[in-house]
């Protein structure tokens, strides 16, 4: 025999763990210091059925709590006196004799204290609190129930194993059905009440200004910016585009207003549907692959340039898809505007002079570039991110001195001198490179990896991307090249966790409402044509799971039907078409009810199904069709 | 508590929260689905003692059978606000419980409409669902308190001869099924607990003189009561050991013994005048 209390006393003292557990590092001190307190005082209490606290007192200090608390809410500071009040609100339930309300209140309170981590912070650990609380509250409910009929009941064994199966079907059912219901539940565009969720951690990536020669060396770390999920690309091809700077101003270039030039098309042939999750950050620009020919998301805006930024919220984590011809040239309507794309900053004699020699070897702008190539490689340039100069003309001193520099220092004497030959040329910013995921089939792209390359407009062909950090020396055992390194098998799983985390449950919003419901439609015009292994490669599978779970369910419910239960209900459905009333099974004796109701048929019916019922054994073969049969002729003379 | 959830959900576009939400949701939907199915396929029938008086508290065995293959819980079985509750029925298995019913008036009747309940899976909605029977049960007429002369020819009245009887509790002649009639202190609980089916101690009854019972002879104000003294005589007289009979305007019932000629004519005093 065990006792329900016992029962119900384990799964309130889990549960209330696992929902202040996530925020017990947000909480205030006192609340940090009284709750394991509470909670060991209030497990002994129970365990020796004494409680620690009268009922009046704990209603006044719950009172006294709740406004303590409730004045120091405003508008900023919100999440927090929420979740003290809870936190304590819980202690004080835990240490005081519980009754069935008393019971649901700490289920509730629990449940709160989770729902209300979520203001605090978004990692993947609330998954797994999640799960065991579920499990926890409704074991706890339905134990709750047996509790409030009758308190003292004790479970015998056998009882017990009976009770186990709603005690697992419970939790499993409502955690299959959270998947349905997160996958539908509706969602707005733009959240209301944005400001209370947690910002994600502010990121700089590429910066928006490429000013060479302004530090003496680049700090580069391994943070995470980006990560993209579709197949592997050839790593010559991984330059992620993310802005155009196209106007030098003194040493460094920015991003201006350029004259109005339309994107006709690209010209190349690959073709990559790419999935993007940017980590939030301080950049509104949306890296895509280079050459992107468009990006899909409620919340991105294209520009002209083929540049793509985030409408709205920059620390909102969310996910846009792009599609890319990588490497291909950007065909134009008509011709850059030579003012505006010609334009340098200051030039110095030396540069100038080079300029003019490399003019004279060629006439038409691909000769020009021929020659400029050879002068870039013939200057044999390092790629180095430490102990570079500082110089008023970091250009000159790159090309002339030092030789030494990283991508931008590359890129703007490159883009500069082009401008010089004639050519229209821009910085791209952005960052090249990726380590491929295997496992989960997605490149991972940090903060070391930020990258300027060069476009150079020519005649009859249009925007082509140039990278002249290439022209290094060192381009081959330089830092660009140890750019797509694999990570460890260990982190590369637990990189793994982390984005499928983000990815199927933090960014998923009205967009990905709207791509599941597409996919699905898509799925099911396919259905006949491929099998359903084939189908099932990402959301699919939980589609499959669910619809296949719901039939499943169907089809079990229409089994447990007995053949006799069957006819009744179909007689009892033909009852109420012809005579219009509503009869439930079981309000009334058959035969009397077919009997007020004057209907020969129902009353032949009736008849044949009492008889059989009442000498409790199945139907035969013989009955069935003799039911069947007045069934047939109910349906045939309606009303 | 969901729908606040769902509202801050909404509108913080937090999918945390709506995880909490959907999860909730989803418990909803299963306890709704469990609750519901819970009542399916319960089967009721109640067992009346041979037994049962107007106006004497009585005990009817509700007999439950969970026809499904998931176990039936918190199954309460309610009659005129007395309840019985069958709290886990493991599928395709039976229970009995006894449920305390008094019935006010003689004679035929249909048996009473049960109200099955259960708060099962969580304790927010109550399901019920109503048990009509088509079975009939016999209500006897109500037992009086008789004064000594009335019990008549110098015999004993009927307290004595029950104090004599449980004088002899020792030597208990047999153990039989719960009529309705016993004292509740003549149940024999250990027993009744091991089989599920109430049982009595009954003892041999001393033999008498045949007694034959006038219902016209009976002073009293009106028919009731007449047959209400009646059935009060027979049930003494034969306890006593007499052979009793009874005579009705319209016919006579001879003078026996034993418990079938017992319940006999308080069958007859239960349906005088009545269809």
């Known amino acids: 025999m065990i006792a329900l209390r016992t029962l119900l006393n384990i799964c309130v003292y889990s549960v209330s763990l696992l929902g202040v557990a996530p925020l017990y590092l947000y909480l205030e001190p006192l609340a940090q210091i009284v709750l394991p307190l509470a909670w060991g005082a209030g497990l002994i209490a129970d365990i020796r059925k004494r409680p620690l606290v009268p009922p009046l007192p704990a209603t006044l200090i719950s009172i006294l709590v709740f406004f303590y608390y409730a004045f120091q809410i405003s508008r900023t500071t919100l999440v927090e006196p929420v979740t003290n009040i809870l936190a304590l609100l819980l202690v004080i339930r835990l240490i005081t004799a519980k009754n069935s309300r008393n019971y649901l209140q700490i289920f509730v309170l629990s449940l709160f204290a989770l729902a209300s981590s979520t203001l605090l912070t978004l990692s993947l650990a609330f998954f797994i609190f999640l799960l065991l609380q579920v499990g926890g509250i409704t074991s706890g409910l339905l134990l709750l129930s047996f509790f409030h009929r009758s308190p003292e009941l004790q479970l015998r064994p056998p009882q017990l194993r009976t009770l186990l199966r709603p005690l697992l079907l419970l939790p499993l059912g409502s955690l299959l059905l959270m998947f349905l219901f997160f996958a539908i539940l509706p969602r707005t565009q733009r959240p209301l009440w944005d400001f209370l969720n947690p910002a994600g951690s502010a990121n700089t990536g590429f910066s928006e200004r490429v000013a060479p020669g302004t530090v003496s060396s680049m700090s580069s770390t391994r943070r995470m910016v980006l990560r993209v999920e579709g197949p592997r690309q050839a790593t010559n091809d991984l330059y992620w585009r993310g802005i155009v700077l196209n106007r030098p101003v003194g040493g460094s270039w920015i991003r201006a207003e350029a004259p109005e030039e339309s994107v006709v098309r690209l010209q190349g042939d690959e073709h990559v549907e790419l999935t993007y999750y940017p980590e939030p950050g301080a950049s509104r620009y949306l890296p895509t692959l280079d050459t992107p020919e468009r990006v899909t998301g409620f919340r991105t805006r294209a520009q002209e340039d083929l540049i793509f930024t985030q409408r709205g919220h920059k620390n909102q984590r969310i996910s846009y898809r792009g599609i890319s011809r990588p490497g291909a040239i950007i065909i134009t309507s008509k011709q850059p505007e030579s003012p505006f794309w010609l334009a340098t900053g200051t030039v110095s004699p030396r540069l100038r002079q080079t300029a003019e020699e490399l003019k004279n070897r060629g006439d038409t702008p691909s000769e020009r570039l021929a020659a400029l190539d050879r002068f870039f490689l013939a200057q044999e340039l390092t790629f180095s991110v430490e102990e570079l100069s500082l110089s008023d003309d970091p250009v000159d001193d790159f090309l002339f001195v030092s030789k030494r520099g990283y991508c931008e220092f590359f890129a703007s004497a490159y883009a500069t001198l082009l401008r010089l030959l004639d050519i229209p040329a821009r910085l791209v910013g952005g960052y090249y490179g990726g380590e491929y995921n295997e496992l989960g089939g997605y490149y991972r792209i940090n903060e070391s990896m930020a990258h300027v390359w060069v476009e150079a407009y020519l005649p009859h062909g249009g925007w082509q991307r140039i990278d002249p950090s290439l022209f290094a020396v060192n381009a081959e055992e330089s830092s660009l090249n140890l750019r797509n390194n694999a990570l460890s098998w260990s982190r590369q799983m637990a990189d793994n966790i982390d984005y499928l985390w983000n990815k199927a449950v933090i960014t998923y919003d009205f967009e990905g409402q709207i791509t599941l419901a597409r996919r699905a439609g898509e799925q099911l015009q396919r259905f006949e044509a491929k099998s359903l292994l084939e189908e099932g490669g990402k959301g699919g599978v939980v589609l499959a799971l669910v619809v296949g779970g719901a039939i499943f369910w169907f089809i079990l419910s229409r089994r447990r039907e007995t053949p006799r239960q069957r006819l009744l209900h179909a007689y009892l459905k033909l009852l109420r078409r012809r005579h219009g009333i509503t009869i439930h099974e079981g309000e009334k004796g058959l035969l009397a009810l077919a009997k007020e109701l004057k209907d020969s048929e129902a009353i032949h019916f009736a008849q044949i199904y009492s008889a059989n019922l009442y000498r409790d054994r199945p139907l035969d073969a013989a009955t069935t069709a003799a039911l069947r049969d007045s069934l047939r002729r109910m349906r045939r003379h309606k009303g | ?275």
């Open chain 2, 1 to 275: 508590m969901t729908l606040f959830l769902g509202f801050s959900a909404v509108n913080t576009g937090n999918n945390l929260l709506y995880l909490v939400v959907s999860v909730l949701l989803g418990f909803m939907a299963i306890s709704g689905l469990l609750g519901k199915r819970n009542l399916d396929d319960v089967w009721i029938a109640i067992e009346t003692p041979d037994e049962i008086y107007a106006g004497l508290p009585t005990l009817l065995t509700v007999q439950l059978e969970n026809r499904r293959k998931a176990g039936a819980f918190l199954l309460d079985i309610e009659l005129e606000g007395k309840s019985v509750l069958f709290p886990a029925t493991a599928g395709g298995s039976r229970a009995a419980l006894p449920l305390s019913a008094r019935f006010e008036n003689r004679g035929r009747q249909p048996l009473p409409t049960l109200r099955l309940r259960s708060i099962y899976p969580v304790n927010f909605f109550i399901r019920s669902r109503a048990i009509p029977f088509d079975e009939e049960l016999i209500v006897f007429p109500r037992l009086r308190q008789l004064v000594p002369e009335i019990a008549g020819e110098g015999e004993k009245e009927p307290g004595e001869h029950q104090e004599r009887g449980r004088g002899h509790e020792g030597e208990l002649n047999r153990i039989s099924d719960y009529s309705g009639r016993e004292p509740l202190r003549q149940i024999h609980w250990k027993l009744s607990a091991r089989q599920d089916q109430l049982k009595v101690k009954e003892f041999s009854p001393p033999q008498g003189e045949p007694l034959m019972i006038d219902l016209q002879q009976i002073a009293a104000r009106n028919l009731e009561e007449r047959l209400s003294i009646a059935a009060t005589l027979v049930a003494s007289a034969i306890a006593a050991g007499h052979p009793t009979g009874l005579n009705l305007p319209e016919r006579q019932v001879p003078p026996a013994s034993g418990r079938t000629h017992k319940l006999h004519l308080l069958r007859e005093l239960a349906l005088y005048d009545r269809p």
